[in-house]
T-cell receptor, first 115, second 111 residues
Framework: DADVTQTPRNRITKTGKRIMLECSQT?????MYWYRQDPGLGLRLIYY???????NKGEISDGYSVSRQAQAKFSLSLESAIPNQTALYFC??????????????FGPGTRLTVL | SQQGEEDPQALSIQEGENATMNCSYK?????LQWYRQNSGRGLVHLIL?????REKHSGRLRVTLDTSKKSSSLLITASRAADTASYFC???????????FGQGTRLTINP
C-alpha cells in the first residue's frame, strides 16, 4: 500500500479554486494513471503517462491537467474546480515490463469535495 | 459505455457460501483482470486471465473466461466476512494501452 501514495487524502474546496492532487510511487514503474470514481460507478480514466515525456488523455480529461515531474511523480490539477468534480480520485501504476498488460497498483485515494 | 459490465450489481450471501460474479465485455481483449475494493480504499489486484486461458485459480478464487461469449466469472468459495467488498472486472482491449473498468459488484457476506 505504501508503494503508491497520494496527497492530500481528503480535500474540501470551493468552486473556482485551483487544486492539485499529488501521487508518488516507489515501485519503479514507468506507467502512471489518474482515475476518478463516483458513487456506485467504476473507475474512469482521466490521464495516463507511460514515461516522463509521455502524457495521454483518458476518457474524461476535460477540466483536468497533469504533470509528470519525474518517473516517480504524477500530479493531477483541477484548474477551476466545479461541484461535479466531487469524487474519489485514484492514482495507479503499472510496470512497463511484461506483455500484453500487467496489473495496476493503486494508491489509497483522495476524496475531493467541491462546494 | 463501460467495456465491462458486472452482474449482479449487488450480492448478499451467508458466510461459508460461494459467491459468483459475472462480467461481460464488448470487444476483443488481451486479458481480463479482477480487482477488489474495500470501502473507500484503493483497488487491489486479485487475478489476471489471458485471452488464451479458460480458467485460473488463486486460493479461494476461481476465474473463468469465455471469449466466444465475451464473458468472465469470478467465484469466491467458502466466503468469509472479510470478503465483503466491491469487485471490479477490468479489460485490456486489443491495441489499447490501458484498462477499462466495469461498474462493479458490491458483495456483502453476512455472519
Amino acid at each position: 500500500d505504501a508503494d503508491v501514495t497520494q496527497t492530500p487524502r481528503n480535500r474540501i474546496t470551493k468552486t473556482g479554486k485551483r487544486i492539485m492532487l499529488e501521487c508518488s510511487q516507489t515501485k519503479g514503474h514507468d506507467r502512471m494513471y489518474w482515475y476518478r470514481q463516483d458513487p456506485g460507478l467504476g473507475l474512469r480514466l482521466i490521464y495516463y503517462s507511460f514515461d516522463v515525456k509521455d502524457i495521454n488523455k483518458g476518457e474524461i480529461s476535460d477540466g483536468y491537467s497533469v504533470s509528470r515531474q519525474a518517473q516517480a511523480k504524477f500530479s493531477l490539477s483541477l484548474e477551476s474546480a466545479i461541484p461535479n468534480q466531487t469524487a474519489l480520485y485514484f492514482c495507479a501504476t503499472s510496470d512497463l515490463a511484461g506483455a500484453p498488460y500487467n496489473e495496476q497498483f493503486f494508491g489509497p485515494g483522495t476524496r475531493l469535495t467541491v462546494l | 459505455s463501460q467495456q465491462g459490465e458486472e452482474d449482479p450489481q449487488a450480492l448478499s450471501i451467508q458466510e461459508g457460501e460461494n459467491a459468483t460474479m459475472n462480467c461481460s465485455y464488448k470487444t476483443s481483449i488481451n486479458n481480463l483482470q479482477w480487482y477488489r475494493q474495500n470501502s473507500g480504499r484503493g483497488l487491489v489486484h486479485l487475478i489476471l486471465i489471458r485471452s488464451n486461458e479458460r480458467e485460473k485459480h488463486s486460493g479461494r478464487l476461481r476465474v473463468t473466461l469465455d471469449t466466444s461469449k465475451k464473458s468472465s466469472s469470478l467465484l469466491i468459495t467458502a466466503s468469509r466476512a472479510a470478503d465483503t467488498a466491491s469487485y471490479f472486472c477490468a479489460t485490456n482491449q486489443r491495441g489499447a494501452q490501458k484498462l477499462v473498468f466495469g461498474q462493479g459488484t458490491r458483495l456483502t457476506i453476512n455472519p
